[in-house]
């Protein structure tokens, strides 16, 4: 709560001549590049105070930094969220992994931070920015640069931390959990990492003529994507702008063929709705909940400089409403969704009919089956035999719905 506090009060203060500073720093520290040193650890060892040295080599190549030594070799990748692996899986902290992860690299780093204006602010010769772990300081001269943030510590109680950069070396300090570590890097020549392959942004499975599930991992949700002849059908548009390119740009790359899109909208949520912008922007027409058109309209035209736009074409999805040929049905179930007030089920009958319910339904790896509400009693005449579930990742795409009518309390 603090962390969003603070940014709504930077917003206030921001303007672009802080991003100018950074950007401005970045030029002259693009030759500041750090490969060889040593981490110094302390936390972990055989008797309190005791601290382990690590000899350590940052690789790096566009937007992935690999860190190679004693006892660790991981990359992090830095481009739709952050990264860690291999294998890839999303780091919780963004914009800690990013500053203390490109810190070989202080020019990515200003860059990106300079991306984000309304997270800046001046204060006398220095820049405060916003992030993760609540207020840095950032000051930056022609012979050397620092980022220094204090942070209550449980354990080893307030604790300074901090990166510094002359042209010859990189000093960090930073307190983790249960450990501290300072890093120091000595200047070198540029180290090319052997990355492997970037996450998908999307991943795609076929599960009928016609019929995709398109895995999105960085929001931990599928959804599901409807082609018949020269129409095609995508089931809600989750979590960003970024996110909804990258769903058109794979929807479209599957079916070149068609030339009338619509999306369904299940529910309010961003997490289902965050990226429709893009498909708006492409002349796409969207369906939603009589309830939701008003304000989903207002969410749409909304000016955000920073992201696609366009005149919304907004359709309401009642029950009995079909697409495709009567290939897919839309059913308002609401209350019976035990999630939201107003919320859209789609029957689609490609291959074996398939209800697609959002995040009302899942299959545990266990095998356990739950559901929100009761929704699978009250499909009027609908007879599914497969139920799409769209969260999280962990369990199938598909599960039989005389499961999902047996999980109804």
Same mark, same amino acid.
């Not at 603070?6 to 203060?13: D, E, N, P, V």
């Not at 202080?106 to 820049?127: F, H, I, K, N, Y």
């Given at each position: 709560?603090?962390?969003?506090?603070?940014?709504?009060?930077?917003?206030?203060?921001?303007?672009?001549?802080?991003?100018?500073?950074?950007?401005?720093?970045?030029?002259?520290?693009?030759?500041?590049?750090?490969?060889?040193?040593?981490?110094?650890?302390?936390?972990?060892?055989?008797?309190?105070?005791?601290?382990?040295?690590?000899?350590?080599?940052?690789?790096?190549?566009?937007?992935?930094?690999?860190?190679?030594?004693?006892?660790?070799?991981?990359?992090?990748?830095?481009?739709?969220?952050?990264?860690?692996?291999?294998?890839?899986?999303?780091?919780?902290?963004?914009?800690?992994?990013?500053?203390?992860?490109?810190?070989?690299?202080?020019?990515?780093?200003?860059?990106?931070?300079?991306?984000?204006?309304?997270?800046?602010?001046?204060?006398?010769?220095?820049?405060?920015?916003?992030?993760?772990?609540?207020?840095?300081?950032?000051?930056?001269?022609?012979?050397?640069?620092?980022?220094?943030?204090?942070?209550?510590?449980?354990?080893?109680?307030?604790?300074?931390?901090?990166?510094?950069?002359?042209?010859?070396?990189?000093?960090?300090?930073?307190?983790?959990?249960?450990?501290?570590?300072?890093?120091?890097?000595?200047?070198?020549?540029?180290?090319?990492?052997?990355?492997?392959?970037?996450?998908?942004?999307?991943?795609?499975?076929? !599960?009928? +003529?016609? *019929?995709? #599930?398109?895995?999105?991992? &960085?929001?931990?949700? /599928?959804?599901? %994507?409807? $082609?018949?002849? =020269?129409?095609?059908?995508?089931?809600?548009?989750?979590?960003?702008?970024?996110?909804?390119?990258?769903?058109?740009?794979?929807?479209?790359?599957?079916?070149?063929?068609?030339?009338?899109?619509?999306?369904?909208?299940?529910?309010?949520?961003?997490?289902?709705?965050?990226?429709?912008?893009?498909?708006?922007?492409?002349?796409?027409?969207?369906?939603?909940?009589?309830?939701?058109?008003?304000? !989903?309209? +207002?969410? *749409?035209? #909304?000016?955000?400089?920073? &992201?696609?736009?366009? /005149?919304?074409? %907004?359709? $309401?999805?009642? =029950?009995?409403?079909?697409?495709?040929?009567?290939?897919?049905?839309?059913?308002?179930?609401?209350?019976?969704?035990?999630?939201?007030?107003?919320?859209?089920?789609?029957?689609?009958?490609?291959?074996?009919?398939?209800?697609?319910?959002?995040?009302?339904?899942?299959?545990?790896?266990?095998?356990?089956?739950?559901?929100?509400?009761?929704?699978?009693?009250?499909?009027?005449?609908?007879?599914?035999?497969?139920?799409?579930?769209?969260?999280?990742?962990?369990?199938?795409?598909?599960?039989?719905?005389?499961?999902?009518?047996?999980?109804?309390?």
């Amino acid at each position: 709560m603090m962390y969003h506090s603070l940014l709504f009060g930077l917003a206030a203060l921001a303007g672009p001549d802080e991003a100018a500073r950074l950007d401005a720093a970045a030029a002259r520290m693009d030759a500041w590049v750090y490969t060889d040193g040593v981490v110094h650890h302390e936390g972990h060892g055989p008797r309190p105070g005791h601290v382990r040295d690590l000899p350590v080599r940052i690789e790096a190549d566009g937007d992935c930094v690999r860190w190679v030594g004693e006892g660790w070799d991981e990359a992090v990748y830095f481009g739709h969220g952050v990264w860690i692996g291999p294998p890839w899986e999303p780091s919780p902290a963004p914009d800690r992994e990013r500053l203390v992860r490109w810190a070989a690299r202080p020019s990515l780093w200003l860059r990106w931070a300079a991306r984000e204006p309304q997270r800046l602010a001046a204060d006398g010769e220095d820049v405060l920015w916003g992030f993760s772990d609540g207020l840095a300081r950032i000051h930056l001269t022609e012979d050397d640069a620092w980022v220094r943030w204090e942070v209550a510590h449980p354990v080893f109680g307030p604790v300074t931390q901090e990166l510094r950069w002359t042209p010859e070396r990189l000093v960090a300090s930073i307190a983790e959990a249960d450990t501290r570590w300072t890093l120091e890097l000595q200047r070198g020549e540029p180290v090319s990492a052997s990355c492997p392959d970037p996450p998908a942004r999307v991943e795609v499975t076929r !599960l009928e +003529d016609g *019929l995709y #599930a398109l895995a999105v991992p &960085e929001a931990d949700s /599928r959804v599901l %994507l409807a $082609v018949h002849g =020269t129409e095609g059908v995508l089931f809600d548009a989750p979590l960003s702008s970024a996110v909804g390119e990258a769903l058109w740009e794979t929807a479209t790359g599957l079916a070149p063929d068609v030339r009338t899109w619509s999306v369904v909208v299940s529910h309010h949520h961003p997490h289902y709705t965050g990226g429709l912008r893009p498909w708006v922007a492409h002349g796409a027409t969207v369906f939603v909940h009589p309830e939701l058109k008003g304000w !989903l309209h +207002d969410q *749409l035209v #909304a000016p955000r400089p920073l &992201e696609p736009g366009g /005149r919304p074409k %907004l359709k $309401v999805a009642r =029950t009995g409403t079909s697409l495709l040929d009567g290939l897919v049905e839309l059913r308002a179930i609401d209350g019976a969704s035990g999630h939201t007030d107003a919320f859209v089920v789609s029957l689609v009958k490609l291959g074996p009919p398939t209800v697609y319910v959002a995040d009302l339904g899942r299959r545990r790896a266990d095998g356990e089956v739950r559901v929100r509400g009761t929704w699978p009693t009250d499909l009027g005449s609908w007879e599914p035999e497969w139920v799409f579930s769209g969260f999280p990742l962990a369990g199938p795409a598909r599960f039989p719905f005389a499961e999902a009518r047996a999980a109804v309390p």
